[in-house]
């Protein structure tokens, strides 16, 4: 049973839920629950009889491995356990884990890891760990990482926070698993930040808990079901007109290629007609497209189209009067890059965006949403949710902070975590792309959210979509995404019209 369609919850909320299933249910049966939902997974990943290590520490998640470890054992599998932990000063649903386990065939012996398991479950830490791993237990984590097994982690790999995704730190270390139960509910952090690293494929069990304990999420994982109202097949007494205006508002000296980026993007996912305004000289055309119509950004009507002010635009003078203009405007408009940066270091463009009444999407990514915060990136690594949430609430904006599990929040601080997308997007020009892509949505007449999640979405399809193709993710240039981008979109629509 999913909580809600792609719900995260935080830490606090489970725990909330937790108490709340507990005062409902016989004691110790959630734990119960936990390790046979374990036990289900390690099954599929286990060959009949195969040797197991679990890993169980000083607490619940502990008790939640060593049920795991009885269930495994009563089942015909080899079992060796690693407790870590001191028996007399379990909670007591773990010690009477620990006593099922003891009664088991599972061995319990110091942890040899190395070769020859055909499963590792970590069971050391679970949400609640709040200080950095250290001594012989980091040392314990870092021989894990270097298995060469599947490793299982339960509720969420040790050493990580369940929150915010990093690296419980500063010098922390957390496990690699290549699969996480979750239980109760699912984690943002296991979807953005150091979690995309160290979680692996995560499947959520809920351990029976009904579902009028679980309150509304304040996040959820991104995926078409969020935007699928806008994917309707397109009329047949349809015309350019239709499909709307995107403006391109950038390209200055030497940084003209942006602009162009943005601009196929914009006209590969669909924009009825794409102007691509350069504050330096424009070219005649663009080769590849020359359907783009490529003006001076003084000669834009930035009244009449979906504006997207940023792609290499620079931050001299001339930028700044022409992104004034477009905050000015009733367009619908996307800030990317430059137009960022410019924002961050000019009070009265940052009240102008705030006061906007018409649609704003920003992009940031790490580096440009400390400037806009006053803080620094490793600071806005450190929450990702949080810092986009700033930002939108700041600037009265949509916005998208991009990196590994790329985060959308809105000014009321919903929060969306997008799921699709890899390291090929680690290379110059994919955030034109990106920008692009949000103004030709826009364009279209997509609501706002509805636009940022589905650009988002389509963005990371794309390079998924390149790399299952052999295009990447070593190698893969900013270019090569608008017509992978065209692919999804129309598999989508397909999709979902029944197509």
């Known amino acids: 049973m999913m909580t809600a369609l792609h719900g995260l919850y935080s830490v606090r909320q489970v725990r909330a839920i937790e108490q709340a299933a507990l005062a409902a249910t016989p004691q110790g049966a959630l734990m119960r629950r936990a390790g046979a939902a374990a036990v289900a997974l390690a099954n599929r990943l286990l060959p009949s009889g195969g040797r197991v290590l679990v890993l169980a520490g000083p607490g619940n998640n502990g008790g939640d491995a060593l049920e795991t470890a009885a269930l495994l054992a009563y089942g015909g599998c080899q079992v060796s356990i690693h407790f870590a932990g001191n028996a007399a000063s379990l909670p007591a649903d773990a010690a009477a884990a620990l006593q099922r386990a003891q009664a088991s065939p599972a061995v319990f012996r110091q942890a040899d890891i190395g070769a020859g398991w055909d499963l590792a479950i970590d069971g050391l830490?679970?949400?609640g760990l709040a200080r950095p791993l250290g001594g012989e237990l980091a040392a314990l984590v870092t021989a894990l990482n270097g298995v060469r097994c599947p490793v299982l982690a339960l509720d969420v790999p040790s050493g990580l926070d369940a929150d915010t995704g990093a690296v419980v730190g500063p010098g922390g270390v957390a496990v690699r698993a290549s699969h996480t139960v979750t239980f109760i509910a699912d984690k943002p952090g296991?979807?953005?930040?150091?979690g995309c690293d160290h979680a692996g494929l995560v499947e959520v069990a809920t351990l029976g808990v009904d579902a009028s304990l679980y309150p509304p999420p304040s996040a959820c994982l991104s995926g078409p079901e969020l935007f699928a109202g806008r994917l309707a097949p397109r009329a047949e007494n349809s015309h350019k007109g239709s499909f709307g205006d995107c403006a391109i508002l950038g390209g200055a000296h030497s940084m003209a290629g942006a602009a162009i980026l943005a601009a196929r993007s914009a006209a590969l996912a669909g924009a009825g007609r794409v102007y691509a305004g350069f504050i330096d000289t424009p070219p005649s055309y663009d080769p590849p497209h020359p359907e783009i119509m490529c003006r001076r950004a003084a000669d834009l009507d930035l009244q009449r189209a979906a504006v997207v002010a940023g792609p290499g635009m620079g931050a001299g003078d001339e930028a700044r009067v022409f992104l004034a203009q477009a905050l000015a405007s009733a367009a619908p408009l996307v800030l990317d890059a430059d137009a960022l940066n410019m924002l961050a270091a000019d009070d009265g463009l940052r009240s102008a965006l705030a006061g906007r009444k018409a649609a704003a999407i920003m992009t940031p990514h790490p580096?440009?949403?400390?400037?806009?915060?006053?803080c620094s990136a490793a600071d806005v690594q450190a929450d990702r949710l949080e810092a986009a949430r700033r930002i939108a609430a700041a600037f009265n904006a949509m916005v998208v902070l991009k990196g590994a599990g790329s985060v959308m929040a809105r000014p009321d601080g919903l929060a969306a975590i997008n799921a699709t997308g890899n390291p090929a997007l680690a290379t110059?020009?994919?955030?034109?792309v990106l920008a692009g892509l949000c103004g030709a949505l826009l364009a279209q007449h997509w609501p706002p959210w509805e636009a940022l999640l589905g650009a988002v979405w389509l963005h990371?399809?794309?390079?998924d979509l390149l790399v299952e193709q052999g295009v990447g993710p070593v190698g893969m240039v900013a270019s090569e995404l608008p017509t992978a981008i065209r692919s999804c979109l129309n598999r989508l629509i397909r999709s979902r019209s029944g197509c």
């Not at 296991?190 to 150091?194: C, E, S, V």
């Not at 580096?367 to 006053?374: P, V």
């Open 125 to 127: 830490f679970g949400i």
């Open 190 to 194: 296991l979807h953005t930040a150091d």
């Open 367 to 374: 580096l440009e949403a400390a400037r806009l915060l006053g």
């Open 428 to 432: 110059a020009g994919t955030g034109d």
């Open 460 to 463: 990371g399809a794309a390079a």
